[in-house]
């Protein structure tokens, strides 16, 4: 390593390149690095990482995995309802990878498009605006919100029963859709039959390679925050660590998945339903599976959803202890480490 007393020539843990590292944020070419994004919390002791992320990798990944992490997904949700976002930047939600649908007997009910919207400054689940017809011979109602019936052709009416019923959340709402059905030429009346009572709802989340990555990105942002801790930050460009590199900045898919469900939760005495917080988890450990040594991370936003990520599969030579896990706890905002994990086990594993 080049020093002098202003500026460093360090390596970035993901593009691997040598650029300048200074204190003074104008001349470096290193950005700071949150090991969690902030946007899950602004947190006491939060980690972050200081001259091992470049610039252009950090701009890169805030602006693909991180926004879709923060925006389009259960935990974006998740923010709003715990306040890490306030209701007013609404807006900012993306239904990207998350879709709300309801479940019901009656099949005109039965999977019928919801979404999430501000009501009174509350978080609520309502009907995206559309017309259903019911099908002959068919139980799936055909349904048409208005930019379909905008763009669209309507079925032929001798495909249909002739009964319809209009899912909308206001009376503006259900004349709008109303109007634009009789603009295709379907003269139908109002009947007053319009909004139905509590509907359940469900949510279909979609965890798509950015939203992968941006959980990779999160182990491996840990694994670096403890290498740094250890003094040891050259640990961080081992070849066995290259899979996961790669599959974090450029999506490239390795041999073996690299982020998974992870069938147990991650605090012991959790189950699947009872969780002891609902605070941010994430660990990373050094572990035998089948006679080999992986690196394995692993990752609960809220504590909700539990990842595996797996940092390296198979794994030589390093001797010292690696195993640690932190909390982001969402009611103190402090983030502390988990006394569960044992932080002192050192394992030696030679070349
Ligand atoms: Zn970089």
Redesign the pocket.
């Known amino acids: 390593m080049i020093s002098n007393r202003k500026f460093k020539i360090k390596r970035?843990?993901?593009?691997?390149?040598h650029?300048v590292f200074s204190r003074k944020k104008q001349y470096s070419q290193f950005s700071t690095e949150h090991v969690l994004h902030e946007a899950f919390g602004g947190f006491k002791n939060a980690l972050t990482l200081n001259g091992e992320?470049?610039k252009?990798?950090?701009s890169y990944f805030g602006d693909t995995m991180d926004r879709i992490l923060t925006r389009g997904t259960y935990e974006a949700v998740e923010r709003f309802r715990t306040g890490a976002k306030s209701l007013l930047e609404f807006e900012d939600f993306v239904e990207q990878n998350i879709k709300f649908f309801t479940k019901n007997k009656q099949p005109v009910l039965n999977d019928a498009p919801a979404k999430l919207c501000v009501v009174d400054n509350q978080l609520k689940i309502a009907f995206v605006p559309h017309i259903a017809f019911e099908q002959k011979h068919k139980m799936e109602w055909i349904r048409f919100n208005e930019q379909e019936l905008l763009n669209s052709t309507l079925p032929d009416s001798d495909q249909l029963t002739g009964n319809w019923q209009i899912l909308a959340n206001t009376a503006d709402e259900e004349e709008k859709i109303f109007s634009l059905v009789n603009a295709k030429g379907r003269n139908i009346t109002p009947t007053g039959t319009a909004i139905p009572g509590i509907v359940p709802v469900y949510a279909e989340y979609r965890i798509d390679d950015l939203v992968k990555r941006a959980l990779a990105k999160i182990c491996f942002n840990y694994l670096a925050d403890i290498m740094v801790e250890k003094k040891y930050p050259e640990f961080l460009f081992n070849k066995y660590l290259d899979a996961a590199r790669e599959f974090i900045r450029c999506g490239i898919w390795a041999e073996h998945e690299i982020v998974e469900p992870k069938t147990e939760p991650i605090l012991g005495l959790d189950t699947k339903s009872l969780r002891q917080t609902n605070g941010h988890l994430v660990s990373v450990e050094l572990i035998e599976e089948h006679g080999k040594w992986k690196i394995q991370g692993s990752v609960s936003l809220y504590n909700t959803f539990d990842w595996k990520v797996n940092l390296a599969n198979h794994f030589h030579g390093i001797q010292i202890p690696i195993n640690r896990g932190h909390h982001w706890n969402i009611s103190s905002l402090n983030c502390s480490s988990m006394k569960s994990v044992q932080r002192d086990l050192t394992v030696n594993v030679w070349q």
């Open positions: 970035c843990i993901y593009c691997m390149e650029k992320v470049c252009i990798c950090n």
